[in-house]
């Protein structure tokens, strides 16, 4: 386990072994893993900012102020497996009072000789938020001054528009499926007094049916955190697959399923706490396009080391026939 700065000190790297408790039956991480890992990476690199056990700048805690997730995406190519060695890079960005902005990207380095391949990415949108009056507010100033000289503006791991898209209120959706409860424990709880993100990403796949997960593989997750949970609240978990405007299934080697969490009792807004994206390859497609393109590097691969030899092939004659010329 490692942890630096580079880049100028504007990217914090850590490197996360996989252990034995976060993997499933198949031996890969979950989703929720993956969420884990980002979020302690983040949660490290603020530390290395703003003093141990600090996710805030003192200008912000001066003021009551915190910094929350609302919205999140990760894409997925490859899960990492029990016993990996997995290097997340992260970084951020405050290019105004409003947002921030932090991405991050996920790398396998198990291969000979200190190989490496990407896994994934994801990028988030964060927010300052009063802890006393529960309510969002803007970034003070003094932080984004701060921040500026730790920042890495403009660089994103998915695009600059990526995570913008609209999500669905899915109530009154065909083929809702059954409301999956969960009730609030302490131990789902977080510093700032509410339920942490990564909890809320295994309550939104828990609405998923198992045959999903029989045929498909979970590559892509996106969430918009709309309004907090409180210890002794219940939240059901509902889902639906996305269809597209004819009615149909959007691709048959790709699904999307809409997600919701929802406050057991509580009707219309106040009953929303999160509205969530996520989408499915059939089990090998995946695989299949990463053989495709580890085919297509190969072949360019050979086509180079081709050019090159006869370059130096036809450069060794040039002087194997300077040589001869002099002699004459």
Known sequence: HSRELVNQGRVFSETFPIRYDEVGPDKQTTMRTVASMIQECACNHVQSMWGRAQ????????AN?????????IEMREYPQWGDQVKVNTWLDVPGRATARRDWEMVLCNGP???CRALGA????????????????RIPAAVIEQVTTQALPNCH?????????????????????KPVRHAVRRSDMDMNGH?????????????????MYDHFDLAALEIEFLSECSYGEEVDAVSCR?????GLVVEEDEVRVAHMLLKHGAQGRDAERVRARSVWKRKGFLRAQEKEMATIIKHAWRRNQLEREMTMGAKMKMRRDDVAALSR
């Open 113 to 115: 000789a200190g190989e």
């Open 242 to 246: 996305e269809v597209a405007g004819e």
């Open 195 to 211: 339920v942490n993100n990564v909890v809320f990403t295994g309550w939104l796949l828990e609405a998923v049916p198992q045959k």
């Open 65 to 73: 102020l915190a910094f929350v997730c609302t919205r999140l995406h």
């Open 122 to 137: 994801a990028t988030s949108r964060w927010v300052a938020f009063n802890v006393e009056t529960r309510r969002m507010a």
């Open 157 to 177: 791991a998915m695009g600059a528009g990526c995570g913008a898209g609209k999500l669905c209120d899915i109530r009154e959706a065909a083929g809702l499926s």
């Open 55 to 62: 996710s805030t700048p003192r200008a912000m805690r001066e």
